[in-house]
């Protein structure tokens, strides 16, 4: 049983890797900033990543042997200096912080921005695909470079102090309860709800892009957090495949029958191109494979709508960007 610290829990990607973690039986911390969220599992910890008094004071003398950092504004706000404030400044805090107390291992969620892939700047077709971890990097927005600087920041305190991190580029990730980088999929589960017309995050049905599944992204960060041969290393984090529009559409309409699929979503990642990631660094070092399919996904957001989930989270929903850090 490890003792763990998930920094951003009450987030999309947070509450997911913290309910993965309570029911493996670890002794489960979540800091964030906001009021304990209902049904949150493990012990709260209230405070502002931005601010090192708060984090201090809301973590003391506390010791842990894993961090996982969730925390990031989840898109551009249109502030550089609050993103840099948050994504950079807040992740440093907790880098030293993990320093100061020897945490065995820190891991980051970062993203595939950090490569340049990022919806609201032009596509750039990759120079190959694949793309594994050792293609450039070249961020051209203030979201995607911020992501990729802190890697660097990460990996800085790897070279330079020893601290073991790892840094996992997601993907766009899919599952049911969408907020902050998720509050597309919560307008998705709003129109597949309703069971006349869904748009998919496609210009085109001939589009191909690559997503994962909340519960991979939570079981990559939890083998991150234990395998050796995770420290000090860049992986992507995608799903089994990537996925055309065409199929896409095919699966939705095979979860709801009847229901008319459009494309133009605004946020395609490769915005009617192509754009494939690879896992076998994954799979090689970490022993590690994502295990959900994009028709999983699908069902699991279709069975959290009929279990009532948009009625209950309705009142949690993150809309706005410029809202900041849940969590």
Same mark, same amino acid.
């Given at each position: 049983?490890a003792?763990c610290l998930v920094?951003g829990g009450s987030?999309y990607?947070?509450?997911?890797?913290v309910r /993965?973690?309570?029911?493996?039986?670890?002794e489960v911390?979540?800091?964030?900033?906001s $009021?304990?969220p /209902?049904?949150m599992p493990?012990?709260w910890l209230q405070?502002?990543i931005t601010q090192?008094?708060? %984090?201090?004071?809301a973590?003391?003398?506390?010791?842990?042997?894993?961090?996982?950092?969730v925390?990031?504004?989840p898109g551009?706000?249109g502030d550089p200096l609050?993103?840099?404030t948050?994504?950079?400044l807040?992740l440093?805090?907790?880098?030293i912080?993990?320093?100061?107390?020897?945490v065995?291992?820190?891991v980051?969620s970062?993203?595939?921005?950090?490569y340049?892939?990022?919806?609201?700047?032009?596509f750039?077709?990759?120079?190959y695909?694949?793309v594994?971890e050792e293609?450039?990097s070249?961020?051209?927005?203030?979201y995607a +470079?911020?992501?990729? %600087? /802190?890697?660097?920041?990460?990996?800085?305190?790897y070279?330079?102090?020893g601290?073991?991190v790892?840094?996992?580029?997601?993907?766009a990730?899919?599952?049911?309860?969408g907020?902050?980088?998720g509050?597309g999929?919560? $307008?998705?589960?709003?129109?597949?709800?309703a069971g006349?017309?869904v748009?998919i995050?496609?210009? +085109?049905l001939?589009?191909?892009?690559h997503?994962?599944?909340?519960r991979?992204v939570?079981r990559?960060?939890?083998?991150?957090g234990?395998?050796?041969?995770? +420290?000090?290393?860049?992986?992507?984090?995608c799903g089994?495949g990537?996925?055309?529009?065409s199929?896409?559409?095919?699966i939705i309409?095979?979860?709801t029958p009847g229901?008319?699929v459009n494309?133009g979503?605004p946020?395609?990642?490769a915005?009617?191109? $192509?754009i494939?990631?690879?896992?076998s660094k994954?799979k090689?070092l970490?022993?590690f494979?994502?295990?959900y399919?994009?028709?999983d996904?699908?069902?699991?957001?279709?069975?959290?709508i009929?279990?009532g989930?948009l009625?209950e989270?309705?009142?949690?929903?993150?809309?706005?960007?410029?809202?900041g850090?849940r969590?």
């Open positions: 049983m003792k920094i987030g990607i947070g509450r997911e890797l /993965q973690l309570a029911a493996r039986g670890d911390f979540v800091f964030g900033r $009021e304990r /209902q049904d493990g012990e405070g502002d090192a008094n708060t %984090i201090e004071a973590l003391g003398d506390l010791k842990f042997d894993i961090i996982h950092h925390a990031s504004l551009d706000t609050q993103m840099v948050v994504n950079l807040g440093t805090h907790l880098l912080y993990a320093r100061a107390t020897e065995k291992r820190f980051l970062s993203s595939i921005s950090a340049e892939w990022y919806p609201a700047t032009k750039a077709a990759p120079d695909m694949p594994d293609h450039p070249r961020p051209k927005d203030i +470079s911020t992501k990729r %600087i /802190q890697e660097i920041l990460a990996m800085t305190f070279h330079q102090y601290l073991a790892t840094a996992l580029r997601l993907t990730v899919v599952g049911p309860g907020r902050g980088g509050r999929w919560r $307008e998705f589960a709003e129109m597949l709800a006349e017309a748009q995050p496609h210009f +085109s001939d589009e191909l892009c997503y994962v599944d909340l991979d939570a990559m960060h939890i083998v991150a234990e395998h050796p041969k995770a +420290s000090g290393e860049v992986f992507n984090c089994p990537p996925t055309r529009g199929e896409f559409a095919a309409q095979g979860v229901i008319q494309t979503f946020w395609s990642m915005q009617g191109g $192509e494939e990631f690879d896992m994954a090689r970490l022993d494979a994502p295990i399919s994009l028709q996904t699908i069902q699991s957001i279709k069975d959290w009929d279990g989930g009625e989270d309705r009142s949690q929903s993150d809309r706005a960007y410029s809202s850090v969590g």
